[in-house]
């Protein structure tokens, strides 16, 4: 009787299949992992944007409405501001401290705006204003969005 011719070569195939999808596969993974990094990038990039912007806005609407006077920011029997068209009750501390929220700020009205504007300097006359832009926030300036981005600008003069 005679034996049947083994052949040698015939597991290669398919390990030579699965080496190739392996490898495929890690290249997939890759270029799909910095694509997502980009796109988050280009998010966080945006998001800083319209935060840096916001509390700009609020700072120049406290500078525009500031008084001038050593201890006064604006009336006390009329605190109201107006600020990117809306009108705003700027409410002062015992301490001469007073502060205002700008909400509907950015591209999307979802930024704003919690300033504070300083005038406690005792050694020499001096305002202090203080703002804090978001990306996103309702009209007191509160969220709980994870993707929420803070800048904030002091003017002193």
């Not at 997502?36 to 700009?56: C, P, R």
């Not at 930024?111 to 300083?118: H, K, M």
Request: proline share 4%; with cysteine; glycine share 8%.
């Amino acid at each position: 009787m005679k034996l049947p011719k083994i052949n040698k070569n015939s597991g290669f195939v398919i390990l030579f299949a699965v080496t190739v999808s392996a490898i495929l596969l890690a290249i997939a993974i890759g270029v799909a992992n910095v694509a997502l990094k980009e796109i988050k990038f280009g998010t966080s990039a945006k998001d800083t944007n319209e935060a840096f912007f916001a509390a700009d806005a609020g700072a120049e609407c406290a500078l525009y409405n500031d008084k001038a006077s050593v201890n006064l920011f604006v009336d006390p029997n009329s605190p109201v501001i107006i600020c990117a068209g809306v009108r705003i009750g700027a409410n002062e501390d015992e301490t001469n401290l007073w502060s205002f929220v700008i909400p509907g700020l950015g591209e999307n009205n979802r930024g704003c705006a919690i300033v504070t504007v300083d005038k406690r300097s005792l050694v020499m006359p001096q305002t202090t204003i203080i703002s804090k832009g978001y990306n996103v926030g309702d009209e007191n300036c509160a969220s709980v969005d994870p993707n929420r981005v803070e800048r904030q600008i002091e003017v002193s003069y």
